[in-house]
């Protein structure tokens, strides 16, 4: 593939610099698309764009040129413009050399009488008389006219000594000679169909359109490519999961699940039943599992993952259960102490923390197949974690743990079935895109019982008065804090700092203290002492996001609450509501940050689940909240999947005509997909059936 330094003015020191942003090739510069445009056209010929930034531009004829010393070590290089609005002034701020004029340049360029175009930020917006300038181009210079000034132009990440103008003249160079791949690879009457740019054009337009409908064409086009292929590589993905059969039949004894549910103290719902008998069906299914459970937090989705790791140690097989974090992982260990009680299965916790020989014995245990179940925090993928007779993955809060995450796990044993656990909803065709390789068990009501949770936003002091009150009338009360200890941040409470304050305040009531870093026989003891209602006020970290279930807490008290993401807070809020009495959840924030009161705003007005992980796809973006970013599982540079809905439902749709009439993309007209889905895809996801 061709090297950039082909470019006229790029040599192997100018190459280096690109290379740092990994362009290396010209198919690298056309295929890194603009991360946002700027409208520099002149006032009036402006039309707004959703995704283009309204830059300021001058554009004038030079009346006087002055060049000033400031009393500092600053120069100021001042003109006035005569412009169609009328007079102007810009001016260029540079540090003063002894050792050379640092205005030669501009003094050269900027003569009287010229006619030049300045960028930069505005002193008056509204009028434009003043402008501390930026960038400068001659009205003559044909070629400057073309890539940076007076139309659409695209921003880039940069890297230290590579400029704007760098970057933008190689490009423009680039996709004026075009590269080899922009060639059309869509099947054509497809294109034709969806009335998409041809992509010779939009590989053009998506870094310099000639106006505003070129731009919203070529972006249009590269959100439908990137979306069609990720549709396409999910359905592969699945059917390959599909076409292998396991080595291994299950059969319902019951000898662990009725022990277990006569345990549990309460009947499942139906909603829980449901889910049980979907994966059951799927575990004595010839073919390998792969389903998603989604439920909302507190609808009881460990007692399902609990059943279905139960009936595959009946048949003798191994299960694995992974949580995105230490605290989630312990609090896991506890409930199924309390689960597993005199049921006569070997259980055992794994975290990254655990060393030396209880690591090796745990270890060894595991790989005698002296162990059932094995729960755990990422540590349980690492290549010294070997299972005997591994079964059945679970994995709880999916969007922690990328597909390869997922892959390494599965791979631990032989055609496995695996569940993944979310208490993110997400809507359908989102699903379809995110996850398309699995089914879906979805757990829609919640144990008999729950209250809604009246939540308000509240200051310190309101708060405090009422957690008072719950203890005074024999209620229990949490209060969170975003950290354990104090920061530089002064706006973050710690509880730690709280702690000892709050002991005071609350003077005569048993106050306890939880966090992640307490040693782990101390932690059980606290949970315990709450549990028991032998504490009225627990001071603590978000480590009570999950497990923790006391029926006569009633009050949450979030400090910091905008430090807090939507999850979490509703994970916290859903620790009260469980008992017979009236809960509610207060809001603390210190400040204001990001989004913040868009969050708190969306927790005070809704106690739903599915709603808040909605607002929070639309808040966020859904990369942000499905943790796409992080795993790098996608290709996606442009597309946004909640944002480009429409576009991602046509992908769909075009997906399932293109694979119902050629399975296998072997005709013609489909080449050309199958070889961008095996570039992009066959690595990345492991996709052996596409060469
Ligand atoms: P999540 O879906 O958020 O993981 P959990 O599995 O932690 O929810 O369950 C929340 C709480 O509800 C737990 O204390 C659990 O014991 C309890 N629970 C689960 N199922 C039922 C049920 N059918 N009836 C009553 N309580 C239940
Ligand atoms: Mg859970």
Known sequence: MASIQFLKGIGPKKAELFARLGLETLDDLLFNFPRKWEDRRLPGKKEPLPFVEDAPVLKGKIKTVRDLYTSGRLRIFKLTLETRYGEAEASFFKRHSPRFDVFAGLR?????????????????????????????????????????VGRLVPVYPLTEGLTARMMREAVYTAAASLAETVGEFLPPDLAARRGLAARDLAARAIHFPENNFELVQARRRFIYEELLLLALAWAIKRRQTRSVEKNFTYEIKKTLLTPFRQNLGFSLTAAQAHAINEIFADMQAPVPMARLLEGDVGSGKTVVALSAMLLAAENGGQSVFAAPTEILAEQHHFTFEKFLKGLGLRFALLTGRMKGAVRKKLLEELAEGKIDILIGTHAVIGAGVKFKNLRLVVVDEQHRFGVRQRAALRAKGDRVDMLIMTATPIPRTLFLALYGDLDLSVIKEMPPGRKPVKTTEAGEEIAFRAAADEAAKGRQVYIVYPVIEETQDADMKSVKAEFARLQALFKGRKVDMLHGRLPSELKKQVMEDFAAGRTDILVATQVIEVGIDVPNATLMVINNAERFGLASLHQLRGRVGRGRWDSRCLLVPYARTGDSAERLRAMVQTSNGFELSERDIYIRGAGEILGLRQHGDMDLKLADMSRDKEILEQAIEDREAILAADPDLQTRPNAGLRRKLHDLYAERWNLIDLS
């Open 108 to 148: 050269k360029d900027l003569r009287e009488g010229r006619t030049v175009w300045i960028t930069g930020t505005p002193e008056d917006p509204l009028f434009m008389s003043r402008v501390r300038a930026d960038e400068y181009y001659l009205d003559d210079d044909v070629r400057a006219l073309k890539m940076h």
